[in-house]
């Protein structure tokens, strides 16, 4: 069975940057896409970021386009999310997710296993 575990969140001022890690076990990770997401309190969950299987694609949402980088590392099964000039409005609980195709998804619904979460907090 493959697991995801997220790490590298914390408490940042704003402006701050952070960098998330998500390590996977098992041997099918290069052959499909991850995904980033976030949920804030009372908030809906929300897409941030994708790259396809093989790295050559990926998306953004437009609230972090710009400051964000998701990339990967298929050699140490690991998927990164860079953040720059953080913000408050980027508290959340951020998700990594795998959808089970070699093509990267914007849609929460196309994701099918997901790591537990790691806290992200921007302060003012």
């Known amino acids: 069975q493959v697991q995801l575990v997220e790490s590298g969140g914390g408490s940042v001022q704003a402006g701050g940057s952070l960098r998330l890690s998500c390590a996977a076990s098992?041997?099918?990770?290069?052959?499909?896409?991850m995904g980033w997401f976030r949920q804030a309190p009372g908030k809906e969950r929300e897409f941030v970021a994708a790259i396809s299987w093989s790295g050559a694609s990926r998306y953004y949402a437009d609230s972090v386009k710009g400051r964000y980088s998701i990339s990967r590392d298929n050699a140490k099964n690991t998927v990164y999310l860079q953040m720059n000039s953080l913000k408050p409005e980027d508290t959340a609980v951020y998700y990594c997710?795998?959808?089970?195709?070699?093509?990267?998804?914007?849609?929460?619904?196309?994701?099918?296993?997901w790591g537990q979460g790691t806290q992200v907090t921007v302060s003012s």
């Open positions: 997710a795998r959808r089970r195709t070699a093509v990267a998804s914007t849609s929460y619904e196309d994701y099918d296993l």
């Open positions: 098992g041997r099918t990770f290069s052959t499909y896409a």
